[in-house]
């Protein structure tokens, strides 16, 4: 087999020509091409990067405010069960103060009454006692309820402190009358016993002067000239109605 040297050699000449012109003008502008691309694609892909980490962080700040609101509606929900709950028990406790504020209201509404009542039956027992003693003791002798004062008005002042009994001795000197108030008029004879009897137990010879007074009731008053001495029924009756007014009065 012949070889043709020249033609070997120019065709290994142009093979190299060939080579370089692809290597120039093709394969190299298509590798700057493919660098190009690649670093777009890198950039892309970094750009990408950068927006799923925003999109992440976005993510977990809604998550976090998510959770705050969760937690901030069941710290709301808490305190409005307490607050309802604090309310309920303040109501209860007021509806429980005024139901013992009613209930002492009327327990002393009904004492009250009760005491009222009370005095006003005490009033009219003392009224219609007064008034059946009034009747019986009309039916007594003059003199033996006579007898009866004048032994009362003796036991008093016997039983009276020295120095009372001298103090109202005093009010007697020089003169001064002695004034003997009853019920209802003494028969002359009466009186005179009075007299006798008042100067003997008071040891003075002063003049005495007798007057009425229907409001007694019954009994007598010795009125001095700075003092009262009183064996009435109106001054019993009286301390009777005073003690039912005590006893009505309001504790």
Not at 119 to 147: C, H, K, N, T, W
Request: with cysteine; charged share 25%; aromatic share 6%.
């Amino acid at each position: 087999m012949h070889l043709d040297w020249w033609t070997i050699g120019l065709q290994t000449i142009n093979f190299g020509i060939l080579v370089w012109l692809l290597h120039r003008f093709l394969y190299k502008p298509v590798l700057t091409m493919i660098d190009a691309r690649k670093a777009e694609v890198r950039g892309q892909f970094d750009v990408a990067k950068d927006v799923e980490a925003k999109a992440k962080a976005e993510l977990a700040a809604v998550e976090a405010e998510r959770a705050g609101i969760a937690a901030e509606r069941e710290a709301a929900l808490k305190a409005a069960a307490t607050q309802a709950q604090e309310m309920a028990e303040a109501r209860r406790a007021q509806a429980e103060r005024d139901a013992e504020a009613l209930m002492d209201s009327t327990r002393k509404t009904l004492a009250s009454e009760r005491e009222g009542a009370l005095d006003e039956a005490r009033r009219i027992a003392l009224d219609l006692g007064s008034d059946f003693a009034q009747r019986l003791l009309a039916e007594v002798p003059m003199q033996y309820r006579a007898e009866a004062w004048i032994e009362r008005i003796e036991q008093h002042l016997k039983a009276m402190p020295q120095a009372e009994r001298e103090a109202l001795v005093q009010q007697l000197a020089n003169g001064k009358p002695l004034a003997i108030v009853t019920a209802c008029a003494l028969p002359p004879a009466t009186a005179d016993h009075w007299n006798a009897r008042l100067r003997q137990s008071l040891g003075v010879s002063s003049a005495m002067t007798f007057a009425v007074d229907p409001a007694l009731t019954a009994g007598a008053e010795l009125h001095f000239p700075t003092a009262i001495l009183r064996f009435s029924w109106q001054s019993a009756l009286a301390a009777a109605r005073m003690e039912a007014g005590a006893h009505g009065q309001p504790r």
